[in-house]
Each structure stands twice: as structure tokens, then as C-alpha cells.
């Protein structure tokens, strides 16, 4: 299994050395539920100074009036040779088979990508890689392992999306609450006290899991069921701990993974019933 990083600051360069075999640029105006994201520069930059993998993220909703600029982006990107594209719009597919671009698209539904089926149908149009959703269970993974070709990603380690809307609703809450807006705030759901971060930007607002999810128990199985990457998010992890947590990956080290990111497994062995199967 490949290691892939999510970097948050402004060190994506220098956690290359503790082992990653690439990292994700969520692109900037062009993709949502992210905290840092990358303009082209920052993509070619990366490219003259690394011959690592680079993958780039457009998962936001295209309107008609982002489709010229998208056009433009996504030739950029066969250009520049990256590695993979996690699209969620069908509009990029599209473009892709309309434009006959040399790129490797990636099907990044969130919650949607559950099932084989689903994942070989897009297999069959082109789509040779799908990232797994994270509501799913561990015998769900195996299976849709055995029953697919495509290259399958799964989050190792990071805080899951729970839903994403555009309208902007800390922008609405602080004004109905005549205090300051902060841009990031934690809040808890009263009846099973689990606690989710709130973060709103100019693309609307992301909720996700408060606590991260950290498939380490798991991590060998995934590795010899040929699961192909791993995505490591850094989160809120200073450099020393994520660089800590990069080498217990790739030198794999159970013990030290829980010790720094808790035991959280999510839906491994309990089936979420707000699934599409």
C-alpha cells in the first residue's frame, strides 16, 4: 500500500523525507472539506522538486459559469502529468471523455462509494480509481477489494466529512446570536454527546467527526488484500507528530499510530443505516 499525505501547513515538501509516496492538493476554488488548499503553482512547484506521486482534488459542485476555467485546469493538469484526479461532478468526467485528456480520474462521491458494483460501472467508463467511503465496514472493504479492478484508496487516519452545504450557516448562526463569527467552532449533539467541527469558507459549510478515525487495527489486512493507497491526513498535528505518524506507517507501528490518533474505528464492525447500498 502507497502512503499519501493531507498536509495542513505549509511544510508538503519536507514530509516527503519520512516516507510518503505522495501527497493530495485539494485545488483551490475547486474543491470543498478541506482546510489548506493548492493553486497550480503550487502543483508545478511540487512537480520540479519531487518526482513523488501527486494527486489533485476537485470535488465541488461545477456550475456552467466554472466550465471554461475548468476546461483550462484540467488540460493544465494533463500537462503537468499528475498522478490521479478525485473528481465528484460528473461534469469532469465528461470533459475528460469529450476533451480525449490523458488523465486518471478518481470516483470521490463521499457517502456514495459503497458498493463494486457502483465502482465497475465507472471502471468501465474510463474512472480507474475510487476512493472509499468511510461509513463502511471492514468485510464491506474486502469485498468490494475481491470484486473490483480499480485502484481503491481509503482514509487511514483523518477526521471523516459527515455533510457539506453551500449556504454559509456560522455566517447565519453568529448573526442570530448578534456575537462575533468565528470561522471554526466545535458543537455536540445533545443526544449521544458525540462532537462535531463546524468550518465554513467561501464554498458554504463542512461538519465533520470531531474524533479522528484511525483504521490502524486493520491496516495489515488492507495491505495484503491489495488495497492500493492510504490516505494519511495531518489535521491539526504539529510537524513533529505528523512526520511521527508518517514513519509509523510506512515502518508500520501499531502501538505508536493509537498512542498519537486514539482508537476510533468508526464503522468497521457496525453498519451505518444512512448508506446507499
Do not use: W
Not at 485528456?101 to 458498493?115: D, E, K
Amino acid at each position: 500500500m502507497k502512503i499519501l499525505g493531507v498536509i495542513r501547513d505549509n511544510n508538503y515538501l519536507e514530509y516527503l523525507k519520512y516516507g510518503l509516496d505522495g501527497i493530495i492538493f485539494p485545488l483551490e476554488n475547486f474543491s470543498v472539506d478541506y482546510f489548506k488548499y493548492y493553486s497550480i503553482s503550487d502543483i508545478e512547484n511540487y512537480k520540479k522538486n519531487t518526482d513523488k506521486l501527486v494527486f489533485v482534488v476537485i470535488n465541488k459542485m461545477i456550475f456552467n459559469s466554472d466550465l471554461d476555467n475548468l476546461l483550462e485546469i484540467l488540460k493544465k493538469l494533463e500537462t503537468l502529468k499528475v498522478d490521479g484526479v478525485f473528481f465528484y461532478d460528473l461534469a469532469i468526467l465528461n470533459l475528460v471523455k469529450e476533451n480525449k485528456l490523458s488523465l486518471n480520474l478518481i470516483f470521490n462521491q463521499t457517502h456514495m462509494v459503497t458498493n463494486s458494483d457502483t465502482i465497475n460501472l465507472y471502471y468501465d467508463l474510463g474512472v480507474k480509481g475510487s476512493y472509499l467511503s468511510n461509513e463502511i465496514t471492514k468485510d464491506e472493504i474486502l469485498n468490494i477489494r475481491h470484486n473490483t479492478k480499480s485502484d481503491l484508496f481509503v482514509l487511514l487516519l483523518g477526521n471523516p466529512v459527515i455533510a457539506m452545504s453551500r449556504r454559509n450557516l456560522l455566517t447565519s448562526y453568529f448573526a442570530n446570536k448578534n456575537k462575533s463569527k468565528s470561522a471554526i467552532i466545535t458543537i455536540k449533539e445533545p443526544k449521544s454527546g458525540q462532537e462535531f467541527l463546524v468550518k465554513e469558507d467561501n464554498n458554504g459549510t463542512t461538519f465533520f467527526y470531531n474524533k479522528r478515525l484511525n483504521l490502524s487495527n486493520i491496516y495489515k489486512e488492507l495491505v495484503d488484500c491489495g488495497l492500493n493507497y492510504g490516505i494519511v491526513e495531518q489535521g491539526n498535528y504539529s510537524y513533529n507528530e505528523y512526520k511521527d505518524l508518517i514513519a509509523a506507517f510506512v515502518n508500520f507501528n501499531k502501538d505508536k499510530i493509537d498512542e498519537l490518533a486514539g482508537h476510533n474505528r468508526g464503522f468497521l464492525y457496525r453498519e451505518t443505516i444512512y448508506k446507499v447500498k
